[in-house]
């Protein structure tokens, strides 16, 4: 049994095999404690990027009722004020809404329904520029309505 080609016995296995299966287990150990570190970090940040979510919104809608009220103040046209407001809205709703619409896309299991919600999540932020150029733009308002309706009823 101690020639170089011989068998290990049983007992010489477990005497090698012992320390392996300790280290495997304190290995599986390290990698459960890891995903749990990893699991709560993800969790903290989830929340923590909510939070920053939420306060941002909240920070930017009292943001444009502060400012639009100091041009009101100042003696501004109401025509801008409201084009500055609108502005601000697109500003803040595109995003949300092309998150909404990239989220869909990317985890597109649903192909009969998800279709029609991405259809309905692009109407956000077609109206909301459609309204801000209609502001902006008099008198190209009733071509740019048009071109709105005509999505809606392809939505519809």
Not at 110 to 135: A, D, G, H, K, T
């Amino acid at each position: 049994g101690s020639h170089p080609g011989a068998v290990p016995t049983r007992r010489y296995r477990s005497a090698l095999l012992g320390p392996l299966r300790s280290l495997c287990d304190r290995n599986d150990f390290l990698r459960e404690a890891v995903a749990g570190v990893l699991r709560s970090t993800l969790t903290v940040m989830n929340f923590l990027a909510r939070v920053l979510l939420w306060t941002s919104v909240v920070a930017t809608v009292a943001g444009v009722v502060w400012y639009s009220r100091e041009l009101k103040l100042n003696g501004t046209d109401p025509h801008l004020i409201a084009w500055f407001s609108a502005g601000a809205f697109v500003l803040l709703g595109f995003p949300i809404s092309i998150y909404g619409i990239f989220m869909h896309l990317s985890n597109y299991y649903q192909p009969n329904v998800q279709c029609f919600v991405v259809r309905i999540l692009w109407m956000v932020p077609i109206y909301s520029i459609e309204s801000w150029l209609c502001l902006r733009f008099h008198h190209l308002a009733i071509y740019i309505e048009t071109l709105r309706d005509c999505y809606e009823s392809f939505v519809l």
